[in-house]
């Protein structure tokens, strides 16, 4: 069976830091592991005995808002990964501090919360989930559907280039209110062999991420 370049690239990179990691390392020992991080205001919160489930961020919505990536069933053969919109927040203090020095600070959460498209019961629906409204034919958010997070701390997750990921359902709230972090195959392995900068996909938030110009 043929693999995809994506898959090949995944599976090796899945591989080549799986080597790296031995059971009975340094996660055995929670005491390594950081308790506060100098560079966010907003902090993880850690749960479990072995400190490496996430708990749900409070008030998430209230940080800066990075995006929205987007791919439809409809431009991918009827089978999209992640079919929904994924609006991308992240703390201020580490926002912050990516435009000041460039760099994710240790501590930085990427939350992701889900949202579907807006079509169903709604008049004028396309066959492909597009629906009209004033502004013109297009795809308009809906019902939030599931929530994600990733967390950079390498005291934690070296073994993934420094972010551990973390799934609080796909469906509609209320999340969990905790998650452990999930295996490297699940999330990390993707950001390892395609994300351009320090895991995040950074092309997406550039926008967002750049100081706004204004005129004279």
């Keep these: 069976m043929n693999k995809s370049p994506l898959g090949v690239a995944m599976a090796l990179a899945v591989a080549t830091i799986s080597s790296n990691a031995t059971a009975g390392d340094y996660?055995?020992?929670?005491?390594?592991?950081?308790?506060?991080?100098?560079?966010?205001?907003?902090e993880p919160e850690w749960a479990g005995k072995d400190k490496l489930s996430l708990?749900?961020?409070?008030?998430?919505r209230r940080w800066v808002y990075l995006g929205a990536p987007f791919t439809p069933h409809a431009l991918n053969g009827g089978k999209a990964s992640f079919p929904e919109f994924h609006n991308v927040y992240v703390q201020p203090g580490a926002f912050d501090h990516y435009r000041e020095h460039g760099v994710w600070p240790e501590g930085t959460i990427m939350f992701k919360e889900l949202q579907l498209i807006d079509s169903h019961g709604k008049k004028g629906v396309q066959e492909d989930g597009s629906r009209y409204e004033p502004s013109g034919r297009g795809y308009?958010?809906?019902a939030v559907n599931g929530a994600d997070a990733a967390v950079k701390d390498s005291t934690r997750f070296s073994?993934?280039?420094?972010?551990?990921?973390?799934?609080?359902?796909?469906?509609?709230?209320?999340?969990?209110a905790a998650a452990p972090a999930a295996p490297i195959a699940a999330c990390a392995g993707c950001h390892i062999a395609n994300a351009s900068e320090d895991m995040v996909y950074i092309e997406f938030y550039r926008p967002i991420l750049t100081p706004l110009e204004r005129a004279e």
Excluded at 55 to 60: A, I, M, V
């Design 27 to 42: 996660k055995a020992n929670p005491s390594t592991f950081a308790s506060s991080y100098e560079h966010v205001q907003i």
């Design 55 to 60: 708990k749900l961020p409070k008030d998430f």
């Design 140 to 142: 308009f958010p809906g």
């Design 159 to 176: 073994e993934s280039k420094n972010w551990g990921y973390f799934n609080f359902g796909h469906h509609a709230p209320p999340y969990q």
